[in-house]
């Protein structure tokens, strides 16, 4: 054991369910944020950095996390985006040549806390049971009433506006500027790997924060338009909703992922809502309404769009739908050049069945440009 002064710590949860484990390292520290789990078996660095994990504390359900190490070209964003971490089993030794950290120094050079030696097989079954809820994991195991009134105070999930929090603060550009075709995309927690989908389609990428307003987007003349994934309620993004809603009346291209799909579909009327505990993994089962093909998808989000809502709306067509509760997995409009997955078909690590809904993007691209436009 590398550590033998590790710090004994505890998971409480909102309910006042306390589980209990022991400092990553011999750390001392408290985090709190909305507890969840994710059920990939590998992709923990990309899970760590995405942007849609903002404020919540990642439990992994794989028994072994930090074997194979860090590397720098695994990121999603520029820094560490969950506020905690709680695993069964840390491994402060890896083994993989392209490595060029451990993941214990991953954590120390992003300050986050972190504990391990978690009956996470537990914990991972009552949040399936009964929700997820916020939490807060600490060394502070003597002072749980002190917790249980800091906890208190954490706003809920439901009705958070966290785009604001992870979004680009000036706009900036992705890519070649000699491409094909030029993109506006609204950084809501955009992923890296989404970016290097698009520009590695011939498209050079303008990047606006989570507010910028349709005339700003519109003032660069894209061909096509883009909303990213990220995180919170996406009921509380007006200005992404207005602008979405502007987009949408040009009948240029639009696409968007996971929260970008949620606001697509707000800005046709369909409300959202809280799911139980969300869909979080690399495994998750989808079916194309459109070809009758399953997928397997990679998957992040809490909310979900109503589905009996979206059946009504003359102007929607459901083209995806998950196989493991019915929820709705993907949109288009059925006169015009717009569409929208719950999922992640960028996905980092794998699996890439819906790698070729970048394809259908620029499909819908190149029909409405017969020609390159000059930067």
């Known amino acids: 054991m590398k550590y033998q002064s590790r710090k004994k710590a505890l998971i409480l949860l909102a309910d006042g369910t306390i589980f209990y484990g022991k400092s990553v390292g011999d750390k001392e520290g408290t985090a709190f944020g909305e507890v969840c789990f994710n059920t990939g078996m590998t992709g923990y660095q990309e899970i760590f950095t995405d942007p ?13 996390i930090g074997n194979y ?15 905690g971490l709680i695993c069964r089993n840390f491994s402060y030794e890896y083994s993989r040549p392209i490595a060029d950290a451990s993941l214990e120094e991953f954590l120390n050079k992003n300050e986050l806390f972190a504990i ?13 049971d009964n929700g997820a809820m916020n939490a807060v994991i600490s060394t502070d ?42 993109i506006s995309a609204l950084d809501i927690g955009i992923k890296k790997n989404i970016l290097r989908n698009l520009a590695k389609r011939d498209a050079y990428i303008k990047v606006f924060p989570y507010n910028t307003s349709f005339d700003e987007m519109s003032s660069w003349n894209p061909d096509a338009y883009f909303i990213s ?34 606001v697509i579909a ?19 089962p989808v079916l194309n309404m459109l070809t009758g093909k399953g997928e397997i998808t990679s998957q992040n989000h809490g909310f979900a769009i109503n589905r009996e809502e979206t059946e009504a709306n003359t102007e929607l067509e459901i083209t995806h739908v998950h196989l493991n509760d019915k929820t709705v997995a993907g949109i288009r409009m059925k006169d015009k050049n717009v569409f929208s997955v719950q999922y992640h078909p960028e996905a980092s690590p794998g699996p ?8 259908d993007f620029f499909e819908l691209i190149a029909k409405k440009t017969k020609e390159p436009l000059e930067v």
């Open 52 to 64: 849609s994990y903002f404020g919540q504390l990642m439990v992994t359900t794989n028994a072994h």
């Open 352 to 359: 890439h069945d819906a790698d070729y809904l970048f394809d």
């Open 141 to 182: 195991v003597n002072n749980i009433e002190s917790l249980k009134k800091q906890l208190k105070k954490v706003p809920s999930m439901d009705g958070l506006e966290l785009a604001s929090k992870v979004s680009t603060i000036e706009p900036y550009y992705y890519g070649d500027k000699n491409a094909k075709y030029k």
């Open 266 to 284: 707000l800005a046709n009327g369909v409300s959202t809502y809280k799911m139980h505990n969300g869909h979080r993994g690399i495994n998750h």
């Open 69 to 83: 190490g860090t590397s720098e070209e695994e990121v999603e964003s520029e820094s560490i985006k969950i506020s």
């Open 116 to 128: 391990s030696d978690v009956d996470t097989r537990a914990l991972v079954n009552y949040i399936r």
């Open 229 to 262: 994934n990220g995180p919170g309620d996406p009921e509380p993004l007006k200005d992404a909703i207005d602008t979405a809603k502007d987009i949408i009346k040009t009948n240029k291209p639009l696409f968007g992922i996971c929260l970008g799909h949620q």
